[in-house]
């Protein structure tokens, strides 16, 4: 039997080892975390993100638990249009994002995992255990061999800093806070706002979707709004309720619901991220050792702001090619690891360039006064953002990546 090491339990991870284990390979799952947790806040899929979990048989699981966020334009924070929704412009809206809580699709991933997946927690990985001969880990304390090591971990992944060292983490200037706030403690909004929304000034960006109410969707009992702001600057040290002060600060002023979506927000709901990417993007997300190798997933191989929402989107992607190239392999991993990079790496570059292009329209660097802001929009053409969606989200399966 083929064996597997995994390592980091977020999305990509999990995934990854319950894709794996259903077709067969005894996975180990390691994760540094004293227990497998689900992400905080929300996140929206795109076409190809689902198309990604129907392609490990997972597609299932958003039964219920997701609902849809067909576009619908951006405002100013005085709540003038600054682009109008595409289906008001005529176009029609096929397949719209869909928006889910993360502790949903854990849960479904989780019920996901077959018995062949052996969890190891409080295992932090380190670069230095991490062998170029053969694809072996460790803590320092054990060490775990398998045919393949899954690189899951994340942005500051240990196994890429010691196979991909040139590549690091260039923060983008942007910090973001995201939350979930739970259905009973949604305020009261003013009657006809639409569920969802996006607003910018020239530096500040702030968007919400609803999750529904308890039941309202389904098997679901995490309803909802769920809220995500960007604003310039570092990572902010204060402790959370600081932070949340400042954001009800910079945010002040702005359309409904916005303030009151902060003013009902705790501390506790606050997850902050700085917002970046890897570069440059590893030569390789497939590295051999031996007759096997390594496979890099997820943030761990392509992190990159989320302006375009792709990043879990493109794990997803990682983890259906993988598990497609892997199928029958019946003599050394070698082949198998280059044509995954081969799918892989192109992809991924194109939907970072067009992550580059929506950045630079929606927040670019040093900002833009509102006015600026709506003049660039117009100049480069409205639908520019709606045709980077459109791309990134553009893709048909594992062949076609
Ligand atoms: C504000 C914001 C909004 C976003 N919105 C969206 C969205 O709407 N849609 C979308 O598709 N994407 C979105 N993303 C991107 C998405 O969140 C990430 O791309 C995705 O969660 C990455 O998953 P991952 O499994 O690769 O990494 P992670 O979720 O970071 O998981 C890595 C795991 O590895 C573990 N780990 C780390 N180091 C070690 C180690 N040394 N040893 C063992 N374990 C280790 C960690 O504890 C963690 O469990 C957003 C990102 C941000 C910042």
């Known amino acids: ?20 284990a259903r077709t067969g390979w005894q996975v180990t799952l390691l994760e540094r975390d004293d227990r497998l947790r689900p992400g905080r806040g929300a996140l929206v899929l795109w076409p190809n993100g689902v198309r990604a979990l129907r392609g490990l048989g997972l597609a299932g699981g958003l039964d219920g638990i997701a609902t849809p966020v ?4 951006i405002r100013r924070p005085d709540g003038q249009w600054l682009v109008r929704p595409a289906a008001a412009a005529g176009e029609d809206v096929e397949s719209p994002p869909v928006v889910v809580h993360r502790e949903d699709l854990h849960d479904a991933f989780i019920a996901g995992l077959s018995d062949q997946v052996d969890i190891r927690n409080a ?34 992944s240990a196994v890429r800093r010691r196979l991909a060292p040139a590549t690091t983490f260039t923060s983008a200037g942007f910090a973001a806070w995201r939350a979930v706030i739970p259905w009973y ?24 979707a ?39 600060r910079w945010f002040a002023g702005w359309h409904a619901p916005i303030p009151q979506l902060l003013a009902a927000t705790e501390p506790d709901d606050l997850v902050q991220d700085p917002i970046g990417e890897l570069a440059p993007l590893p030569e390789t997300f497939g590295v051999r050792a031996g007759a096997g190798g390594y496979a890099l ?61 929506a950045s630079a329209v929606l927040q670019p660097r040093g900002g833009f006064t509102s006015r600026a802001m709506g003049a660039a929009l ?24």
Not at 297 to 324: F, I, K, N, R, S
């Open 210 to 248: 609803s999750l529904g109410e308890r039941g309202s969707s389904g098997g679901s009992t995490r309803g909802g709004i769920s809220w995500v702001a960007t604003v310039p600057g570092a990572l902010r040290p204060e402790p959370p309720a600081g932070q949340l002060a400042l954001l009800r």
């Open 70 to 73: 067909p576009p619908v334009g």
């Open 1 to 20: 039997m083929r064996t597997a090491v995994v390592v980091g339990a977020g999305i990509g991870g999990i995934a990854a080892a319950g894709a794996l």
């Open 185 to 208: 403690r949604i305020p009261d909004l003013p009657p006809g706002l639409p569920p969802h929304g996006e607003t910018l000034d020239g530096a500040h960006r702030f968007a919400f």
């Open 297 to 357: 997933v997820g943030d761990a191989a392509h992190a990159m702001p989320h302006h375009l929402a792709q990043g879990a989107c493109l794990a997803l992607e990682d983890v259906a090619t993988l598990q497609a190239v892997l199928t029958n392999v019946p003599g050394p991993l070698g082949p198998a690891l280059d044509e995954y990079s081969r799918l892989r790496r192109p992809r991924v570059a194109r939907v970072l360039q067009q992550t580059r292009k």
């Open 378 to 401: 117009g100049r480069a053409n409205p639908r520019v953002l709606d045709r980077a969606a459109a791309a990134a989200a553009e893709w048909a399966g594992p062949a076609s990546s």
């Open 123 to 156: 295992i932090d990985v380190q670069p230095a255990r991490v062998r170029r001969d053969r694809p072996a880990v460790g803590d320092g304390r054990s060490t775990f061999e398998a045919d393949l090591v899954v690189a899951a971990d994340g942005v500051q």
